[in-house]
């Protein structure tokens, strides 16, 4: 059986943002776990890459299932792109109680590519990305039938302070992209969890 193929899209596209951080993080817990059996293959996509305009679709791509039918090239290549893959890792932080335009403008592209196809969540943020990690749920599970495990993770930054807004140097490192050792260190209680997300999909690959 050839490898699994997973992507792991990355949730925000500001210039210093640190999602490819965070993605690096959890690829590399997945790559060195013992969840290797069936083999699989963790492949990063940028959104940001695509170039996606604001949606502007005739319709909704739930009436595209020809992928090459959507009317611009970015359009297509994102479809394309995310059509090649047996499961998804979605690494989001929380903007605003949500998850960002960016991403979700995104999402809005797809339909066909990958509806019913097995995915995770993992979200960061000053609670983890609470709301973000829950909101995405919703928007994958019932906008698109994605089957989601049941493990989500949210990771926190460390060493908030309620009296400051729940304001800390964790926080304040990651708005200028810096992932810190202490706030990895401080993940490493949730490695478990993206361990048994990571797991949860792969056997939904293997079922279907
Ligand atoms: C527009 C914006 C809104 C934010 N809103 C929240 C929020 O609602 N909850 C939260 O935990 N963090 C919030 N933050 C802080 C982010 O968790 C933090 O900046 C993180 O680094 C964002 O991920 P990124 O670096 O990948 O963009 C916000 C940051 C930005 C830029």
Redesign the pocket.
Known sequence: MSPLQIALI?????P????PH?GNWVKTILESSEASSPQFSIATVDIDTFGLPSFNEPVSPVLIKDLSKFTSQSARLWNHEIAKYDAYIVVS??????I?GSLKNALDFLYHAWAGKPAMIVT??????S??NESLRVILERGFGLKVSSFSPRLE?PGRDPTKN?ASQA?MD??Q?KLSVETTGFWEGKREEVVQAFKEILESVTVV
């Open positions: 990355l949730g925000s596209s500001r210093n943002r640190i999602s965070v932080p929380e903007y605003h109680q949500g960002p960061y943020g000053i609670m983890g990305g709301s973000a930054f729940n926080l990651a708005m992209g």
